[in-house]
């Protein structure tokens, strides 16, 4: 059993990828070909933002975002420190400082209650962080940006597809950013992302910045990076953009049936919780675990992979320790000892999900 299964995935779309790869070698655009633009059209219309520019990474898509926000040295970007080192990552590489704010304990997501007392007078933006496929409590957050005239970023490498009160992630907040990273909801077969937002001039910030700050060929009119996503990644993209719908439908079945079986074949067991107003797309289908060695190595005997995401939160990681008190997020601190993440892809069977929650259900007694 593949935690993530792409190889069935790619076996179901080989004809539309191979056709959509064998143009790109057939015209030879490999940079900014005609691909690119068809994804960020169709993306737009899948999310509902105005603009969709696509990067290099999703990694590259925070980074552009914060510059094009024109984040100076020393402002502030409130953010969760339960999460992939690249949000906070690309805040200091753009020179600002990522302030901690705890999680809730249920959805591991940001604690939007906690967010205004962090504000002060050097913050700039909130960077919620789309945990496992469920947006943040994006109207609190919204709200609260938009009292003390702050920028959102949503980290949504792990959300696309996902909904919040009837509205898609990426096209919640001042920036949507996402990663195409090949075991995302939506992956390209390398590095790839795309930033999302309906604000013209900002669009065109970030346009000017993948672009190495080019207003024009050879006309460089500020300071920009080489942040294109190669014509060949949005090539896959488009190739699998005919069964996402499908994908995703799918995942938010596994999702219900995984917490259904769960619950009763190990009552016992904390699910993620998911909100009433939003769904989940199951990035990683993530459970709390006590004694997780001991679990993840009775799953492996069976034959089923786990995975940790995250075992250390950010301000106990040392590249971040200076930016939080040891002792402070403890629900953070918490989760990253507990957190486990079991198989989950569209292509996921039901025959082999029941073999997960009966493993799973004998682990933990």
């Not at 040295?73 to 953010?79: A, K, L, M, S, Y």
């Not at 705890?102 to 205004?116: G, R, W």
């Not at 997780?292 to 040392?318: D, F, M, N, S």
């Amino acid at each position: 059993m593949d935690f993530i299964d792409l190889k069935s995935q790619y076996a179901a779309l080989r004809d539309n990828i191979n056709a959509r790869i064998q143009a790109v070698l057939d015209h030879g655009q490999y940079i900014l070909g005609p691909e690119v633009k068809e994804m960020e059209a169709a993306l737009v219309a899948y999310t509902g933002a105005k603009h969709c520019i696509s990067v290099a990474s999703g990694t590259e898509a925070l980074l552009i975002c914060l510059m094009a926000l024109d984040l100076q040295p020393g402002d502030e970007v409130i953010t969760s420190p339960f999460t992939f080192a690249a949000t906070a990552e690309m805040i200091v590489l753009a020179g600002g400082v990522p302030v901690f704010v705890d999680i809730e304990p249920d959805t591991a997501n940001i604690d939007a209650t906690q967010i205004e007392a962090a504000i002060t007078p050097r913050t700039k933006a909130i960077m919620p962080v789309s945990l496992y496929g469920q947006v943040a409590d994006m109207d609190v957050i919204n709200a609260i940006a938009d009292k003390h005239g702050l920028a959102v970023i949503e980290d949504a490498a792990q959300s696309f597809g996902a909904s919040y009160q009837s509205k898609k992630s990426c096209n919640l907040s001042t920036f949507g950013c996402t990663s195409f990273f090949p075991s995302k909801p939506l992956g390209c077969y390398g590095d790839g992302g795309a930033i999302f937002t309906s604000d013209d001039r900002l669009a065109q910030a970030c346009r000017e910045i993948r672009t190495h700050g080019q207003s024009q060929r050879y006309l460089h009119t500020r300071l920009g990076v080489g942040g294109r996503m190669d014509t060949l990644q949005c090539a896959v993209v488009l190739g699998k953009l005919d069964r996402f719908g499908w994908e995703i439908e799918r995942r938010l079945a596994l999702g219900d049936a995984y917490a259904r079986k769960l619950q009763a074949a190990a009552p016992g067991l904390q699910l993620l919780a998911v909100r009433d107003d939003r769904d989940c797309v199951w990035a990683q289908y993530t459970v709390f675990v006590d004694d997780r060695e001991a679990v993840q190595a009775a799953l492996k005997a069976a034959g089923i992979p786990t995975a940790v995401h995250y075992p250390r939160p950010l301000h106990h990681q040392p590249a971040y320790a200076q930016y939080g008190h040891p002792d402070a997020c403890p629900n953070s601190v918490a989760a990253a000892r507990r957190v486990m993440s079991l198989p989950m892809s569209a292509d996921l069977t039901d025959e082999q999900q029941d073999h997960v929650v009966s493993a799973l259900a004998a682990a933990i007694g």
